[in-house]
T-cell receptor, first 115, second 113 residues
Framework: SAVISQKPSRDICQRGTSLTIQCQVDSQVTMMFWYRQQPGQSLTLIATANQGSEATYESGFVIDKFPISRPNLTFSTLTVSNMSPEDSSIYLC????????????FGPGTRLTVT | AQSVTQPDIHITVSEGASLELRCNYSYGATPYLFWYVQSPGQGLQLLLKYFSGDTLVQGIKGFEAEFKRSQSSFNLRKPSVHWSDAAEYFCAVGLGGYQKVTFGTGTKLQVIP
């Protein structure tokens, strides 16, 4: 398994601004994922961030809105840009274990409220 | 289309009673199967997983799940529920490229004294 931390744990932001969320892992991992969980909803994958390559975005998510960095094997950031109230969600990062088992471990999440 | 279904949005059980949460999937092949739990204000914790082999898998916190290929199901069970089990439970499946996982809509469990 892996221990994952996220910063900030929560934030309240004004519309039109941007917020960068950090995800730190206690071990080197190849695969990292960013999810959005809207209020009362399940998890939706935003993008896959593998070190050494550009992030791969899911349908409905674009790089201009959710730029992602993955500078090394233990760290990633997700930026939520030009925020609107519809971006109010919990944002979660996860890491995938090697071996092709689809097993993922999650950080505690960042609760974002946009006013 | 490939999908994961959790038919029960909300379940209420009495403390000490047994629990079964349902999960069905619709995939052409047998996927990797998972159950996660999310306590209020927390991230997701992996309860158990099925890859192959014995169809009854044991997880943490006294949970178990049974894979039934004929029913495309992976139901989560616990013989005796504790108040601390109140949380939201997500079934998830992994299949296809890039190690991506698809989550069900979740079942919120309420435990009453």
């Amino acid at each position: 398994s892996a221990v994952i931390s996220q910063k900030p744990s929560r934030d309240i932001c004004q519309r039109g601004t941007s917020l960068t969320i950090q995800c730190q892992v206690d071990s080197q991992v190849t695969m990292m994922f960013w999810y959005r969980q809207q209020p009362g909803q399940s998890l939706t994958l935003i993008a896959t961030a593998n070190q050494g390559s550009e992030a791969t975005y899911e349908s409905g998510f674009v790089i201009d809105k959710f730029p992602i960095s993955r500078p090394n094997l233990t760290f990633s950031t997700l930026t939520v840009s030009n925020m609107s109230p519809e971006d109010s969600s919990i944002y979660l990062c996860s890491v995938g274990l090697a071996g092709g088992t689809y097993e993922q471990y999650f950080g505690p999440g960042t609760r974002l409220t946009v006013t | 289309a490939q999908s994961v279904t959790q038919p029960d949005i909300h379940i209420t059980v009495s403390e000490g009673a047994s629990l079964e949460l349902r999960c069905n999937y619709s995939y052409g092949a047998t996927p990797y199967l998972f159950w996660y739990v999310q306590s209020p204000g927390q991230g997701l914790q992996l309860l158990l997983k099925y890859f192959s082999g014995d169809t009854l898998v044991q997880g943490i916190k006294g949970f178990e799940a049974e894979f039934k290929r004929s029913q495309s199901s992976f139901n989560l069970r616990k013989p005796s529920v504790h108040w601390s089990d109140a949380a939201e439970y997500f079934c998830a499946v992994g299949l296809g490229g890039y190690q991506k996982v698809t989550f069900g809509t979740g079942t919120k469990l309420q435990v009453i004294p």
